[in-house]
Structures are given as structure tokens and as C-alpha cells.
Nanobody, 121 residues
Framework: QVQLVESGGGLVQAGGSLRLSCAAS????????MGWYRQAPGKQRELVAA???????DYADSVKGRFTISRDNAKNTVYLQMISLKPEDTAVYSC???????????????WGRGTQVTVSA
């Protein structure tokens, strides 16, 4: 089994910064793509940022220039540095990872439970 655990969420004022972390653990042989998603109340979940194993990053237009995704492959951890936060960034942020599991060599997509980010005006 593989587990993803997010941390770093919280309450911050508009213009502030937060750094989210997502650590993967368990029966991991390798990890391909890792990504961050968010879901605000009453809205659909949306992609925030994703990072391939080759280091290519993709961002939602709404966060370009403000959010940066990075990875520490040795720690199986992905980060999301968020600056210049806005009230509309308020959401539950979840990470996912495309993991090649150790025993079978098959790839599965796993999700974390999420961490709340609240940006006050």
C-alpha cells in the first residue's frame, strides 16, 4: 500500500505565503507524475500544478507566477510554494502521485486526504 500525507495548510492573510508538503510512503518502486489539486466549496476539483518525473511543470493559469511546484525524489515528497495568496485560493488542497508499486511493478494513482488553505481578505 501507498500513503500520501499533506501538511502545511492553514490560515493566512491575503498577500501572504504558505508552503505545502506531500510525502508518499509505502511500497514504492518509483514515482512518475506528482500533482496538486484544489477544491473550493461548491466548485469542482481543479488542477493547480503538476510535475513529471522529468521535471516538467504545468500550472493552472490562475496560479502562474505565484505558485511553484518542486520535488525531492529522495524523500518521495512534492512541495507547493504559494506566494501572493488571494482569498480565491481558499480551498482544500490535495496531492496525487502516479506510483509504480514495488511488488507488481504496476502503476497506480494515489491521493492524499487534503489540507485546508484559507486566505482571509
Amino acid at each position: 500500500q501507498v500513503q500520501l500525507v499533506e501538511s502545511g495548510g492553514g490560515l493566512v492573510q491575503a498577500g501572504g505565503s504558505l508552503r505545502l508538503s506531500c510525502a508518499a510512503s509505502g511500497s514504492i518502486f518509483s514515482i512518475n507524475r506528482m500533482g496538486w489539486y484544489r477544491q473550493a466549496p461548491g466548485k469542482q476539483r481543479e488542477l493547480v500544478a503538476a510535475d513529471t518525473s522529468g521535471g516538467v511543470a504545468d500550472y493552472a493559469d490562475s496560479v502562474k507566477g505565484r505558485f511553484t511546484i518542486s520535488r525531492d525524489n529522495a524523500k518521495n515528497t512534492v512541495y507547493l510554494q504559494m506566494i501572493s495568496l488571494k482569498p480565491e485560493d481558499t480551498a482544500v488542497y490535495s496531492c496525487n502521485a502516479d506510483v509504480q508499486v514495488r511488488d507488481s511493478g504496476s502503476y497506480y494513482r494515489y491521493w492524499g486526504r487534503g489540507t485546508q488553505v484559507t486566505v482571509s481578505a
